[in-house]
């Protein structure tokens, strides 16, 4: 096997030639047996599809292959990854040996389907994860004319819902219940508002303990806005408890018989996340929620809307919006503006 991490990488990269033309693309894995048997899986791919003949058709690992490649740059490229790594797993049930050509609604609907029954996820996750596909479709399709015309995919219908949220004493019982690796992760995440990605995957490079503040790059955030974060007394203790365990991730966790510490790839939410919902008592609660968590906190203590928006990274002044009902700090003096006159009549007067 070939597999290998590349500098300035988490995760391991396959490169080997096969009739003369060479493959290299990210397996999306940080864990080496998982890597290489994507690779093994691309080579039988490969294989398969030049000893059968198949002609005018493309290996959907093909188009993973190209895709990737082309979209490295982006802050997004984890969640790309992962939705990817969703769908190649639904592929495989269906048809191991599946090209793009093949690929059509129903299949699509099926994989997601599952997806959602399993993990429980919101609509707008699903149609996130749509649209992830339909990119990679559209571009096989307009600019590398490998297929002749984009499937309709479904869109989920999503219902307009404020954020969720939990209380204090609903926090403390997820830490306490939650598994000793996660322990940590979910408690910065609630004094951070840091989002899955970042929280999992944060690096002792964006750590500066001489200026005391944690600095989350724009190439590693959704809306490509570095975010600043200050290190509190309770973040800093969380940082010193996790120092020594990996050179650059701060969190890690061991497999069941192994002292070995491994960063994350990914959550595992069917046998970690939704356990630890049920012990904790939680309905409908997801990782993304952490955020919604700690934002309506701070609005509820006093942090505006400004402030509110630059600590956690938002492009967009809707954004924060959503959690401008749980204050009505803001709107007091605003509503104190008007009032009855003196002589009790029922006229407005606008103070000056």
Same mark, same amino acid.
């Given at each position: 096997?070939?597999?290998?991490?590349?500098?300035?990488?988490?995760? &391991? /990269?396959?490169?080997? *030639?096969? $009739?003369?033309?060479?493959?290299?693309?990210? +397996?999306?894995? $940080? =864990?080496?047996?998982?890597?290489?048997q994507v690779e093994a899986t691309v080579k039988k791919s490969l294989w398969q599809n030049y000893e059968l003949g198949v002609k005018g058709k493309h290996p959907w690992y093909s188009a993973l292959e190209?895709?990737?490649?082309?979209?490295?740059?982006?802050?997004?490229?984890?969640?790309?990854? &992962?939705?990817?790594?969703?769908?190649?797993?639904? &592929?495989?049930?269906?048809?191991?040996?599946?090209?793009?050509?093949?690929?059509?609604?129903?299949?699509?609907?099926?994989?997601?389907?599952?997806?959602?029954?399993? *993990?429980?996820?919101?609509?707008?996750?699903?149609?996130?994860?749509?649209?992830?596909?339909?990119?990679?479709?559209?571009?096989?399709?307009?600019?590398?004319?490998?297929?002749?015309? +984009?499937?309709?995919?479904? &869109?989920? *219908?999503?219902?307009?819902?404020?954020?969720?949220?939990?209380?204090?004493?609903?926090?403390?019982?997820? =830490?306490?219940?939650?598994?000793?690796?996660?322990?940590?992760?979910?408690?910065?995440?609630?004094?951070?508002?840091?989002?899955?990605?970042?929280?999992?995957?944060? $690096?002792?490079?964006?750590?500066?303990?001489?200026?005391?503040?944690?600095?989350?790059?724009?190439?590693?955030?959704? +809306?490509?806005?570095?975010?600043?974060?200050?290190?509190?007394?309770?973040?800093?203790? =969380?940082?010193?408890?996790?120092?020594?365990?990996?050179?650059?991730?701060?969190? +890690?966790?061991?497999?069941?018989?192994?002292?070995?510490? *491994?960063?994350?790839?990914?959550?595992? /939410?069917?046998?970690?996340?939704?356990?630890?919902?049920?012990?904790?008592?939680?309905?409908?609660?997801?990782?993304?929620?952490?955020?919604?968590?700690?934002?309506?906190? /701070?609005?509820?203590?006093?942090?505006?809307?400004?402030?509110?928006?630059?600590?956690?990274?938002?492009?967009?002044?809707?954004?924060?919006?959503?959690?401008?009902?749980?204050?009505?700090?803001?709107?007091?003096?605003?509503?104190?503006?008007?009032?009855?006159?003196?002589?009790?009549?029922?006229?407005?007067?606008?103070?000056?």
């Amino acid at each position: 096997m070939s597999v290998k991490k590349r500098k300035g990488s988490s995760y &391991f /990269h396959y490169s080997f *030639r096969y $009739k003369g033309s060479l493959y290299r693309a990210s +397996t999306g894995s $940080k =864990i080496r047996e998982d890597a290489e048997q994507v690779e093994a899986t691309v080579k039988k791919s490969l294989w398969q599809n030049y000893e059968l003949g198949v002609k005018g058709k493309h290996p959907w690992y093909s188009a993973l292959e190209k895709f990737l490649n082309a979209k490295k740059h982006l802050a997004t490229l984890d969640e790309y990854i &992962f939705t990817f790594e969703v769908l190649t797993a639904g &592929f495989e049930k269906i048809n191991p040996n599946i090209c793009l050509e093949d690929i059509n609604r129903e299949i699509v609907e099926t994989i997601f389907d599952e997806y959602q029954d399993e *993990r429980e996820c919101s609509d707008a996750r699903i149609n996130r994860m749509s649209s992830m596909l339909r990119s990679l479709l559209n571009l096989a399709s307009k600019e590398w004319n490998w297929i002749q015309s +984009t499937p309709n995919l479904r &869109f989920y *219908r999503e219902m307009d819902c404020e954020p969720r949220w939990i209380n204090i004493n609903e926090a403390r019982t997820l =830490i306490r219940h939650a598994p000793t690796h996660l322990k940590d992760p979910i408690s910065l995440s609630l004094l951070t508002g840091l989002r899955q990605s970042n929280c999992l995957g944060l $690096k002792w490079s964006w750590v500066s303990m001489e200026s005391m503040q944690i600095i989350v790059p724009r190439q590693s955030v959704k +809306t490509k806005r570095v975010i600043t974060i200050p290190i509190t007394e309770e973040i800093k203790n =969380i940082l010193m408890r996790n120092m020594g365990r990996d050179n650059n991730f701060v969190f +890690t966790h061991q497999r069941r018989g192994s002292k070995e510490h *491994r960063p994350f790839s990914s959550l595992d /939410h069917r046998y970690t996340w939704k356990p630890l919902i049920e012990r904790a008592n939680l309905e409908n609660f997801r990782w993304h929620d952490l955020r919604h968590t700690w934002a309506s906190w /701070h609005i509820m203590n006093g942090t505006s809307l400004s402030e509110l928006m630059d600590l956690a990274g938002w492009s967009s002044y809707s954004m924060v919006k959503r959690y401008a009902h749980l204050s009505s700090e803001h709107l007091r003096k605003a509503a104190g503006n008007v009032s009855i006159n003196n002589n009790g009549a029922s006229v407005l007067e606008l103070k000056a």
